[in-house]
C-alpha cells in the first residue's frame, strides 16, 4: 500500500509540472511580418517579410526533390461606402522552392524573382519570404482624395505538387501552408 501512495504522489506531480511547464512547438505556416508600398516615380512598389515555416513533412518532401510552389497574391482596392469596393489592381507571383540532392542545394526562382541558390534550408525560406520592389499599381491610378485597401497573402499551392501528393493532400489537409492575409488602409 504504500507504493500505491508514492505512486499517486509522483503521478500527481507529473501531471501537474507537466501541465504548467509552457509549450514549445515549432508554428508551421506563413506569418507576415511588415508589408509596405513604396512610391518610386509614378510606380508603386511593394516591399513585404514573411516568415515561412514548414511541416516536418514538408521538409522531408523537399529533401526528396519535390518542389514547392508558393502563391503570393497582392488586391488594391478602392473603398467606396456605397457599393462593392472597386478592384484595381489583382496580381499574382509564383515561386518555386526546391532542392538538388547532387549538388546539396536549395533552390528559389519564379517569374520576376532573381534565382538563387543556398546551402540551408532557413536561408531558403527566408528568400523565399522577402518581397524586393515588386511592381503593383500605378500613381496614375489613384486620386488624393480616395481611400484604398491593400491586401497581401501567401500560400502553398497544393495543385503543383505530384498527383499522389495532391490526393494526400486533399484526405489529410496536412499540406494546407496559408498565411492570413494582411490587409491595410492607405492614402496616396
Known sequence: ??????????????????????????????????????????????????????????????????????????????????????????????????YNALLRQYFVSGVNVHARSVDKLEDALMILGEINAWPVISRNQLDKHETYQATLSMRLDTSQLPKPLQINAIATGRWELESAPLVWIMNP
Request: proline share 3%; hydrophobic share 45%.
Open 1 to 98: 500500500m504504500p507504493y500505491l501512495k508514492k505512486f499517486k504522489f509522483w503521478l500527481v506531480l507529473c501531471l501537474w509540472v507537466g501541465l504548467s511547464m509552457p509549450v514549445f512547438a515549432a508554428s508551421d505556416g506563413i506569418q507576415i511580418k511588415t508589408a509596405e508600398l513604396k512610391q518610386v516615380d509614378e510606380m508603386y512598389y511593394l516591399n513585404a517579410q514573411m516568415n515561412v515555416n514548414l511541416s516536418p513533412m514538408q521538409e522531408e518532401a523537399i529533401k526528396k526533390g519535390v518542389s514547392l510552389y508558393f502563391i503570393t497574391e497582392f488586391e488594391f482596392k478602392r473603398r467606396r461606402w456605397y457599393w462593392l469596393n472597386e478592384d484595381l489592381a489583382r496580381i499574382t507571383r509564383v515561386t518555386r522552392l526546391s
